[in-house]
């Protein structure tokens, strides 16, 4: 079965952290890249932060020194580190992997940013 299971969403004040975490199942192997996105409505869902398999990580502008991307690739996990987090972070933040060309995402995560 494949399947991604994302943790940690929740309710934080201004100024404080969270981390997410996604776990794929394994029968998604083998992964390259791993990704975080995320959508708040109206907008579009847009990506916050991804991670290829060389570890080469890039981030949207709006959370580069603030949020950090990881994954242990001995628990197919990838994280998201997210500090000093702001109002404007809030939305559903979903996980992404893609396996052979073929995207995976998970089922999303709230995370709430009270000011």
């Known amino acids: 079965q494949k399947r991604l299971v994302e943790s940690g969403g929740g309710l934080v004040q201004a100024g404080g952290s969270l981390r997410l975490s996604c776990a794929a199942s394994?029968?998604?192997?083998?992964?390259?890249?791993m990704a975080w996105y995320r959508q708040a409505p109206p907008n579009q869902r847009e990506l916050v932060a991804r991670?290829?398999?060389?570890?080469?990580?890039n981030y949207a502008d709006s959370v580069k020194g603030r949020f950090t991307i990881s994954r242990d690739n001995t628990k197919n996990t990838v994280y998201l580190q997210m500090n000093s987090l702001k109002p404007e972070d809030t939305a559903v933040y979903s996980c992404?992997?893609?396996?052979?060309?073929?995207?995976?995402w998970g089922q999303g995560t709230q995370v709430t940013v009270s000011s």
């Open positions: 991670i290829t398999s060389d570890d080469t990580t």
């Open positions: 394994g029968s998604l192997f083998p992964i390259s890249t």
């Open positions: 992404n992997v893609v396996v052979n060309g073929v995207n995976y």
